[in-house]
């Protein structure tokens, strides 16, 4: 099983819709997740930390599944400014800087 | 405030010539990451720096490739005798000094080998 996977998709999905990504993780003592965006021919930018009780950003909500292993973005009222691609990351163990990307999701928002 | 500043922005060479690539961190962070990306492809872990703590070479895919840190701030990535295969985005990213803190990306210097 490899550290992080992410399904590459893409995701084609129209304006308003509801579409969630998940992103599974191999080793059980990850501490941290994070998910960032990367729009086209730009660096990655953070998008949203993952607590493990759930947390929103307006219409984007992140969530842990620590019995299974994975972390999930639900992106609600999609617009077509969130069609980038989307990256989990996952920190190996407590009080560590080695972290590990996932290869991302592609979503494109249809008009 | 200042982000993570990378330099040259694009960077155009022949097959065979060195590079030097420069990363200016966001001021105060610690921990400096390195990684490189292809074009469709995702992010490839080269060196991070954390401190005075020796470097994570781990992940520098040939010995052609080195980087320092000096004065525990501004980085700068080289590739000796660069091969077309070189050719890649080059990505900076800085974070506190906090273990399991976000990573704050530079834009990246798009490196193109002749």
């Known amino acids: 099983r490899k550290e992080v996977e992410q399904d590459p998709g893409p995701f084609n999905v129209p304006e308003g819709a509801t579409v969630a990504f998940n992103c599974t993780y191999s080793n059980s003592a990850s501490q941290s997740f994070f998910w960032y965006r990367q729009d086209c021919r730009k660096e990655p930018k953070l998008l949203m930390s993952?607590?493990?009780s759930g947390n929103e950003d307006g219409r984007f909500t992140a969530q842990l599944n620590r019995a299974s292993q994975y972390i999930s973005l639900l992106i609600r009222d999609s617009k077509l400014s969130d069609s980038a691609t989307y990256l989990c990351v996952v920190f190996t163990g407590a009080g560590s800087y080695q972290l590990t990307f996932g290869k991302g999701t592609k979503l494109s928002v249809i008009p | 405030g200042a982000g993570v500043s990378q330099s040259p922005s694009n960077k155009v060479t022949e097959k065979g010539k060195d590079v030097e690539l420069r990363c200016d961190p966001i001021s105060g962070h610690t921990a400096l990451y390195w990684y490189r990306q292809s074009l469709g492809q995702g992010l490839e872990f080269l060196i991070y720096?954390?401190?005075?703590?020796?470097?994570?070479k781990s992940g520098l895919p040939s010995d052609r490739f080195s980087a320092e840190r000096t004065g525990g701030s501004v980085s700068t990535l080289t590739i000796q005798r660069t091969q077309q295969e070189d050719s890649a985005v080059y990505l900076c990213a800085s974070s506190p000094d906090r273990a399991n803190s976000p990573l704050h990306f530079g834009n990246g210097t798009r490196l193109t080998v002749t």
């Open positions: 720096f954390q401190g005075n703590s020796a470097p994570d």
């Open positions: 993952v607590y493990s």
